[in-house]
């Protein structure tokens, strides 16, 4: 079935800097979702992207929808303690189907 | 607007036992999607539904099973638990069927022993 294949696993950073990960496929995407989850809880929706070239902030996070429509980004800028935790991309390759998540990134901050 | 809930957060069955997971999505929400979280695996999709009726399903075996009330609450279940089934099953909602902006639940924690 479809994969997505995220990147890094994980990450250890200092507070202030910028994060940076990415998920790609071999399939084309025609929507790509950024969530995060917090330990205990359920995944929280970050950014929906639905058009090729696309570039949405949240806040400090800004995630983009490539160009090749196989892969895509989220920048987070001046990392807090509180931006720990899983990040998940999740994409979806034909209209009406399932949405499929990638392995997630691990992020740690230290104060 | 209260988010989704689930019941129970917590629960520890015996191989072979059957079981049911309960997902009130948020108010107004007519689409309810489940998920299976291992960390192998990852997310994996389960089953959707929306206005009563499976509107998509994911590769999983026909033990597991879901419905929808008319009310929009969803439950799953799972007959004959292996211990494999052990995960965190998340229920998440959207406004109508197909969207993709999906909100999640907090889950419920499944132990089979």
């Known amino acids: 079935g479809q994969q997505l294949n995220q990147s890094p696993q994980s990450m250890f950073i200092q507070e202030g800097e910028d994060v940076s990960m990415n998920c790609t496929s071999s399939?084309?995407?025609?929507?790509w979702l950024w969530y995060k989850q917090d330990p205990g809880e359920g995944p929280v929706l970050l950014i929906a992207?639905?058009?090729?070239?696309e570039l949405t902030s949240n806040g400090r996070l800004t995630a983009q929808f490539g160009i090749t429509r196989k892969d895509s980004f989220l920048n987070i800028s001046a990392s807090i303690p509180s931006d720990v935790g899983i990040y998940f991309c999740?994409?979806?390759?034909?209209?009406?189907?399932?949405?499929?998540f990638g392995q997630g990134t691990e992020l740690s901050v230290k104060p | 607007k209260a988010g989704v809930t689930q019941t129970p957060r917590y629960l520890i069955k015996t191989r072979g036992q059957q079981v049911t997971l309960s997902c009130s999505p948020i108010?107004?929400?007519?689409?309810v999607s489940w998920y299976q979280q291992t960390p192998g695996q990852g997310l994996q999709f389960l089953f959707e539904?929306?206005?009563?009726?499976?509107?998509n399903k994911g590769n999983f075996p026909g033990r597991f099973s879901g419905r929808q009330f008319s009310n929009s609450r969803s439950e799953m279940n799972v007959s004959t638990l292996e211990l494999g089934d052990s995960a965190l099953y998340l229920c998440?909602?959207?406004?109508?069927?197909?969207?993709?902006?999906?909100?999640f639940g907090p889950g419920t924690r499944l132990t089979v022993t």
């Open positions: 999740a994409g979806v390759y034909n209209q009406g189907g399932k949405l499929i």
């Open positions: 539904y929306f206005s009563e009726t499976q509107r």
């Open positions: 108010s107004g929400h007519r689409s």
């Open positions: 998440a909602s959207s406004e109508f069927g197909g969207s993709y902006e999906q909100y």
């Open positions: 399939s084309i995407f025609n929507t």
């Open positions: 992207l639905y058009k090729a070239g």
